[in-house]
């Protein structure tokens, strides 16, 4: 009974929306009694979707076999946490592993989990996950209900945390006083320098009109536990504005999202508190949760506020004074790029369009959000009707602020080069216009991504039913669903299901669905079709 209501919760919350395809099933794992079928289902599951990684089944060279056991024996026979990296420099001189391959050995085990490294950071090797998180819970919580420090929760620093984020050094050594098996005292540095590079704790500027001794030099920052409600943007406003001095705002600048995992506002607040100086008035600092206000420049005349809202990241510029041309477009360009460099450090695959709306919206309204072709579609002799506020706007407003830059900097970070470019000279001689045979099916099925089939199917003209289909006949073969898509796209084009139609489908792909693919097996299976003779 309760498992068909979760599910049936799950259906009612998430059913409709895009993020329900990231659903790989749901597995019920009694923590009170043992169900050995249930547990071997959910590893084959895992198994499963591991297979569809771009590194399950990666060349790797096999002189890192003996280093790979030797920390195995650490972590599950020995039980230890953490390592110093002059000690794995000794194990992997007893393995006869240069100091050329360690830290890519590194690197690698910490891609795929088994340990957590950072090359910049490199004192300690930590080779128990769980050992850091129980790390992570001992600052992101407090409310074991045995473990639980009253003294420290109801301190004037506890309160100030939930109010500001701020954390003490005192409360950061009290908190961890709960868990003394963690050593936290010996690896304080390493475990907090480890949870900046993971955005838990952040260290940003601050700046204030006057000098105010309330700011701990370089205290660490911990947003996620601020509990405070946000305060207003025109309450924000009206700390720095005075009665002849008031900001010229600028329209909201939106990227809207199909679907935005939580951990990305974490990233991009994080961005922005440590590259700008944060704003600061009366010992008050203007870091809340959902959004803050940074300085654009030394001046303070030029403010840019950074706000979150379901799926959505916005910004606004409030100036007192004038505003270089080129700031809007710099401001869209670094967002863009810091959300391209998550896609590719997190390894996700999100989407979204650059939008604008008037500088009186509420940002987190969808109504009155337009992209530069809507803004167009609308626009009549140089204005528009905004659809929030009933009124007619200049179209200025938005295109010569944000939209205008939109494409241009779309183009920089998703360049879109010519298909014969991407080929280059992959291409076999004389196997352009060749129909598909069954093998060269096996071959380019295995560069589909089995996790992404159902994008891959839209590349392919194919719609969600018919993929959906695909997948229900083969719920324990992914490669085979892959596989059988490609043979119903053969017979849907019959003799010209060629080699060139099929690379075209991969382009479209790989512009507009680069995780779906992948390319090295792309490229593979164009060298196997060479050799194949039919």
Avoid at 167 to 177: A, G, Q, T, V, Y
Avoid at 247 to 253: G, I, Q, T, V
Avoid at 387 to 403: F, I
Avoid at 488 to 500: C, I, L
């Amino acid at each position: 009974m309760r498992k068909k209501e979760y599910i049936n919760r799950f259906q009612g919350i998430f059913g409709g929306q895009d993020k329900a395809s990231h659903n790989r099933g749901i597995h019920f794992i009694s923590n009170t009694e043992s169900f050995e079928l249930d547990c071997k289902k959910l590893k084959d599951t895992i198994y499963e979707v591991a297979k569809e990684t771009m590194f399950f089944e990666e060349a790797l060279p096999t002189q890192w076999i003996q280093l790979e056991n030797a920390l195995s024996v650490l972590k599950h026979e020995s039980k230890q946490n953490i390592l110093s990296f002059q000690n794995i420099v000794e194990l992997s001189q007893i393995t006869f592993i240069g100091k050329e391959q360690l830290l890519p050995f590194l690197t690698y085990q910490h891609k795929i989990g088994n340990i957590i490294f950072f090359e910049d950071i490199n004192e300690y090797i930590i080779l128990q996950p769980e050992w850091l998180v129980k790390c992570f819970r001992c600052l992101v919580c407090d409310d074991h209900e045995f473990k639980r420090n009253h003294a420290i929760v109801n301190s004037t620093n506890w309160q100030h945390l939930e109010k500001t984020g701020q954390l003490s050094d005192d409360i950061i050594d009290r908190l961890f006083e709960k868990e003394p098996e963690l050593e936290f005292g010996k690896y304080k540095t390493h475990i907090l320098n480890v949870m900046e590079k993971f955005d838990i704790l952040v260290k940003p500027k601050f700046i204030d009109t006057k000098d105010n001794s309330s700011s701990i030099p370089d205290s660490y920052y911990m947003p996620c536990m601020i509990k405070q409600q946000s305060t207003s943007l025109d309450s924000i406003r009206n700390m720095f504005e005075g009665e002849n001095c008031r900001f010229s705002c600028s329209p909201w600048l939106i990227l809207e999202f199909k679907f935005l995992p939580l951990a990305y506002f974490n990233h991009i607040l994080f961005y922005y508190i440590t590259r700008y100086k944060v704003c600061e008035k009366k010992a008050q600092k203007t870091l809340y949760r959902g959004k803050t206000l940074v300085n654009l420049d030394k001046t303070g005349l030029r403010k840019l506020c950074i706000c979150f809202s379901k799926n959505a990241i916005a910004l606004q510029v409030w100036t007192l004074s004038d505003v270089d041309d080129n700031i809007n477009r710099t401001i869209l360009e670094e967002l863009c790029k810091k959300i391209e460099e998550l896609k590719e450090r997190l390894r996700q695959s999100i989407s979204y369009d650059i939008k604008a709306k008037c500088s009186k919206g509420d940002y987190s309204n969808k109504e009155g959000r337009m992209t530069f072709e809507e803004l167009g579609e609308k626009c009549e002799n140089g204005h528009y009707v905004c659809s929030e506020h009933n009124e007619r706007h200049s179209k200025d407003d938005l295109e010569k602020t944000w939209l205008q830059h939109a494409d241009i900097v779309m183009a920089e970070n998703n360049p879109q080069n010519s298909i014969e470019e991407w080929i280059a000279n992959r291409m076999p001689p004389g196997k352009e216009n060749q129909y598909l045979q069954d093998v060269h099916i096996f071959f380019f099925s295995k560069a589909i991504a089995p996790a992404h089939l159902l994008t891959f199917g839209t590349c392919l003209g194919f719609g969600q039913a018919d993929v959906k289909y695909i997948q229900y006949k083969h719920p324990r073969a992914s490669e085979s669903a892959c596989c059988d898509l490609l043979f119903k796209w053969r017979n849907k084009y019959g003799n010209g299901a060629t080699v060139t139609r099929l690379m075209d489908v991969f382009f479209a792909a790989h512009q507009n669905a680069p995780n779906s693919i992948y390319e090295n097996l792309i490229w593979d299976a164009l060298k196997k079709i060479k050799e194949v003779k039919i």
